[in-house]
């Protein structure tokens, strides 16, 4: 009897797979991060005054994405993502909030854990280089993205270390694309039923409201993309602009354009990089206007070496708080 349990319950999992699609993806790296002045990043303390800090670690991660989908005999596509994620330091590393969504052509929309329009933009993260991908350039407020782990308290206005959970976060994003044409807009609620943030810390806790439009022909991308009060925080908006161009197979150039509101300023970055065989160099140079800067100007260099299967790669960042940080190791994706 039980051989014909075992049987049968085989027989309706391996059917239930068949009728579905099933994929795992991600990536790791591993490698050594650098900072000249830890706890200190672009001109704001992270850390208490006085408390030693290793200036050199190691740094892990490890994403795998879980990806179900299935098609409507009309052609719908339904599906989800969770996604399980380790990085070394982060207490919260566990299995991500699900993003369900639906498409059809062109278009796309997502429920939940969704994707934001200014964390999608194209180029947003143009200049970023290094093991672990990051630039002075990059835009420096926090906004709403899709979550790696769990929902806690957000926003400026909250502690940050609070280890309020917010599981009752919802999102909503809808996108299009056609040709070289690409749009999206996005809406996320901190708490939807019952604002249990808004009761716990305030009415500076606002909905996010972000949209983004981009176009690409030929060598020429343009995007541009505006937030609404940005990771939930009343009044932080940030308006962004940018245009890569693709001088011919080895050279890209890019320029962006970033204001954000109250104390970060407005930042303009320059990037490009250059190919050669196997190896990608990296460069950029960012200017921010915001008072608390003990520099103006931060520049970083990098490269890229393909291993076939894996990268090799590194960078060197000088900071808006005359920093120095670097990191180099190896990225690999499946």
């Known amino acids: 009897m039980k051989k014909v349990l075992f049987a ?3 027989l309706v999992l391996s059917a239930g797979f068949a009728s579905a699609d099933v994929t795992l993806s991600g990536y790791g790296r591993f490698g050594l991060q650098y900072n000249s002045k830890p706890g200190v990043t672009s001109g704001f303390i992270l850390g208490a ?8 670690t190691v740094e892990t991660r490890m994403r795998l994405n879980i990806d179900a989908s299935t098609e409507t005999d009309g052609g719908v596509t339904f599906g989800g993502r969770i996604r399980v994620q380790y990085d070394n ?6 299995v991500s909030p699900a993003l369900m969504y639906a498409t059809y052509g062109g278009f796309r929309m997502e ?5 934001t329009a200014l964390d999608s933009a194209p180029l947003v993260y143009g200049s970023e280089l290094g093991l672990v991908d990051s630039s002075f350039g990059d835009i420096r407020s926090s906004f709403y993205a899709f ?21 009752d976060r919802m999102g909503v994003s809808a996108s299009y694309s056609m040709g070289g044409f690409s749009g999206m807009l996005s809406y996320i609620t901190p708490d939807q039923a019952t604002s249990s943030l808004r009761a716990s810390y305030g009415a500076g806790v606002k909905a996010e409201s972000s949209l983004y439009l981009a176009y690409a022909s030929g060598p020429l991308t343009v995007a541009a993309a505006g937030t609404w009060n940005a990771a939930g925080v009343d009044g932080n908006d940030i308006a962004f602009i940018g245009a890569a161009y693709q001088v011919n197979d080895a050279i890209n150039l890019g320029l962006n354009y970033t204001d954000e509101a109250g104390v970060l300023g407005e930042t303009v970055v320059g990037y490009g990089s250059y190919t050669m065989g196997a190896t990608t160099f990296r460069a950029y140079v960012a200017n921010n206007t915001a008072v608390a800067n003990l520099n103006d100007t931060a520049y970083g260099i990098g490269a890229d070496y393909d291993l076939g299967g894996a990268t090799l790669k590194g960078g060197i960042q000088y900071g808006y708080a005359e920093e120095t940080v670097a990191d180099f190791g190896v990225k690999f994706a499946f």
Request: charged share 15%; glycine share 12%; hydrophobic share 25%.
């Open 111 to 115: 429920v939940g854990n969704a994707n």
């Open 8 to 10: 049968t319950t085989a």
């Open 49 to 56: 005054p006085g408390v030693d800090k290793s200036k050199a």
């Open 89 to 94: 330091g982060k207490v919260d590393s566990t």
């Open 147 to 167: 979550n790696s782990d769990w929902y806690g308290a957000t926003g400026a206005s909250l502690s940050t270390t609070s280890t309020t959970v917010n599981s």
